[in-house]
């Protein structure tokens, strides 16, 4: 391949400094202090403490339990004592659902034990469990195609071919079968459901997450096979034999119970110019002790504010957000928007997809605010990061405040590996790289360092221009 | 992470036909002659023959050279066997250029010979080379920056990060240094440049790959050093004494010979309804044996044809182009387009990243089209295959056809590897996954069989929305 960009073979015709404002990245100063703030941070241990700290002290936290309590009470320690000011939980309340026993095994023809793990929500069988035929789908595009009735007294087994993408983008695609899947299947009939798990190993570790089933859609017993027990049961299916399973899953819904967000500042020298909103969630899934998911993110948005914090003073304050339940249903992101929608935000960002370095930048400013976004092109290149052609703006927790017009800025991390760990028993500190950790702090203290203390106004971006989803 | 769409939620509160119409990928039925073609190919061996012999029989194959003619006959004996219509060589002309003797060598404070190897284009030193203090650029942003003259008498070495990516976006934005870097240093005054390897690998392999120097900037001596080479100069540089160099460089430019490209077809059976075009590039760097470079992307889009040669006629023509020299100037798609433009292509399609799995597709189709990109992206999805947000029309042989407003589908591979071997002595046919490679097969095969068979008529594409570049 070459690709040679027909573009700068044009400018070649201009002269260097014509050359200089369209060659991306842009080729634009870098402040010194940007600099050294940077290169310092890739020697950064703060982010590695914390997620080291909360796996291990606190480990699994799934949101509305008592865990994630212990968690915000974790955090509100360890955030007092790096010397945040502003320290405090904002409490929330919400509906919790919590796992039971699980159980599944092919009775005949091929007797054999498999792994799964209930999704969040699922509903419940007899702890006896139930025993019933499945019926195979390929793809969720057959499980929609399948006549409504026609899973009546079945159990429907979903499959899909996610493969890893550094983008994440397959997680979207081919998670439809966990996101609606149970309800569509509910809706045509089905005792209950099994999904292949939404990931991209191999292995015997099923991956959980939340599934939904809108009002007058039965609740049924969902659950996801590891990957590997998913492909031995195609292999079953593809000899031809009807094949029944016994299924036991009984978690149970608990009611309203507690959350919280846990939020801490670096105060800025002028109020005016508004906050800058950055973090990630302290909740997790209950299999693992939440180490890539999301201890790394709040791990590393705290410990880049910390340099700030440690530094001179910023001319926007930076609000670090902790968020309580992302995983269940956003009740922390929900609580946080209805408090503060009023405050003036100019700048959100989020950080939820792992611990692997940082490879690209994306951003949604507007028009007037695009000398910011080459700004911080320039400052990150030098860490191996490129700029997206995609608008920024991603991230469940930032969502409302991004649909609401603050601007947005993604520091994507490689997803390569995230989607073999993620909502499984295996995300666990073992999975943290703590150099490609520290690239990340690196990435985000540059990029704290160039917005809060951008000297223009950072505006509201259109409605248009938003990408809340 | 959760990411759960909002807008799959939302979905839920209507009936399932219509979320089956919204929930990415689109849920719509697949031609059972698809899936039948599609499944079959994952067996595919015409693919690795093709690519095994070009690289066997025939090996580096430079543009211009009688290397790349042998390259031509060897085509045309290939394509004939395998029974295509049609099959010719369109002759064209170019100018071409030929490496020399390579060497560089540090002199003091510690001397080292370092790996190089020249730039396409790169002009030459005197025979028994030349000796000069080298000045040190962390990134081409600090090269541009250099102020005029500040370069007399001296050999720039510029530095880059490119870090590995899957959809190769570092490419375009780090290889600035090689595109336009030795003209810029030329403007400046510099005697000769060498950069680091634009390349995601720590090897000692350099990777060459073209350079231009446009009318008035002097073609100075111009090289890359291997990624590990340009580390340890780096380290070098650190240490903060002077660093003198000794280089020499050897290359010629031969001025004007032949190239050419070789097409072969499968007729269809409407002529009314317009030419499908695809392929890759005949001509390689001199360096390897142009393997993944792209002996990969002539074979693959040469075995997806052949499956629908072997099959019903499709309703539309398809024409694959063995492009010649794609990678020092592209004379071959110029040609190419000068002599056909005037035909009724439809739809282009190239392959020219590698051999590793196809992990997204892109399309830029007309709105009327839309079903078309929606039947693509589900009959794709079983082979891992995501839709992009992206628009496709990628590709530097298909660019004057998408240029010109033909509709273009891109099956994007994974690039996380490809970097590592591009343009390097590593290129060949070792580095070829046969696995992967007939994946890419049955991604063809399925795209081939959905737009050659569309019922519809696949309109042109408003100039906006083409990506030519």
């Known amino acids: 391949m070459t690709k040679f960009p027909l573009a700068v073979i044009g400018l070649l015709a201009f002269s260097a400094p014509v050359l200089a404002q369209r060659v991306p990245p842009p080729q634009v100063p870098v402040d010194p202090h940007v600099v050294a703030l940077r290169d310092a941070a890739l020697k950064d241990d703060v982010a590695y403490d914390i997620v080291e700290g ?3 002290e606190v480990g699994p936290r799934l949101a509305g339990t008592e865990a994630e309590a212990r968690a915000r009470a974790w955090a509100v320690a360890k955030l007092t004592a790096l010397g945040f000011k502003n320290v405090r939980i904002e409490p929330a309340r919400m509906q919790t659902w919590v796992r039971g026993d699980e159980a599944a095994e092919v009775m005949s023809p091929f007797p054999q ?3 799964v793990a209930a999704l969040g929500n699922s509903g419940a069988t007899p702890a006896s469990g ?3 035929p499945i019926v195979y789908f390929a793809s969720f595009n057959d499980l929609v195609a399948a006549p409504d009735g026609s899973l009546k007294g079945k159990i429907a087994f979903v499959s899909n071919a996610m493969a890893a993408t550094q983008d994440g983008s397959t997680y979207g695609t081919f998670g439809a079968a966990r996101f609606v899947g149970p309800a569509i299947a509910s809706r045509k009939g089905a005792l209950a459901i099994l999904i292949k798990s939404i990931g991209s190993d191999h292995s015997r570790a099923p991956h959980t997450g939340v599934t939904s089933f809108p009002a007058g859609a039965q609740a049924i017993p969902a659950a996801a096979l590891s990957v590997a027990d998913a492909e031995n049961l195609e292999r079953m299916v593809k000899r031809g034999q009807p094949i029944n399973l016994h299924l036991t899953l009984t978690p149970h819904q608990v009611g309203e119970t507690d959350t919280g967000n846990v939020i801490a500042e670096v105060p800025g020298t ?4 508004g906050i800058v909103v ?3 969630h302290l909740d997790s899934w209950d299999l693992g002790t939440g180490a890539i998911d ?15 914090l440690d530094g001179p003073a910023p001319r926007r304050t930076i609000r670090v957000v902790w968020f309580g339940d992302e995983e269940t ?11 503060h929608k009023g405050d003036h935000h100019v700048l959100a960002a989020e950080s939820d997809f792992g611990a692997d370095h940082v490879w690209r930048l994306a951003t949604n400013f507007a028009p007037d605010n695009a000398a910011i976004a080459d700004r911080l092109a320039a400052a990150l290149a030098p860490l191996g990061i490129v700029r997206s052609r995609d608008k920024g703006g991603d991230g469940a927790d930032i969502a409302p405040l991004v649909g609401a017009g603050v601007a947005a800025v993604d520091l994507n991390q490689d997803g390569t590996r995230y989607f073999d760990y993620h909502h499984t028993p295996e995300d666990v500190l073992d999975r943290i790289d703590p150099a490609q ?7 985000w203290t540059t990029m704290l360092a160039v917005v809060a203390n951008a000297s223009e106004d950072i505006a509201p971006v259109a409605a248009a221009d938003g990408k809340a989803r």
Chains 1, 2 share one sequence.
């Open 54 to 56: 909360l796996t291990t």
């Open 113 to 115: 034990k498999l792994r």
């Open 130 to 132: 139930i025993t019933a």
């Open 270 to 273: 002028d109020p005016a110019a």
């Open 278 to 280: 950055i973090g990630g």
């Open 294 to 308: 999301d201890g790394a993110g709040v791990a590393i948005t705290t410990a880049a504010a910390k340099r700030l």
């Open 329 to 339: 249903g956003g009740a922390g992101s929900k609580a946080y928007f209805a408090a």
């Open 437 to 443: 950790l520290a690239q990340n702090v690196a990435a």
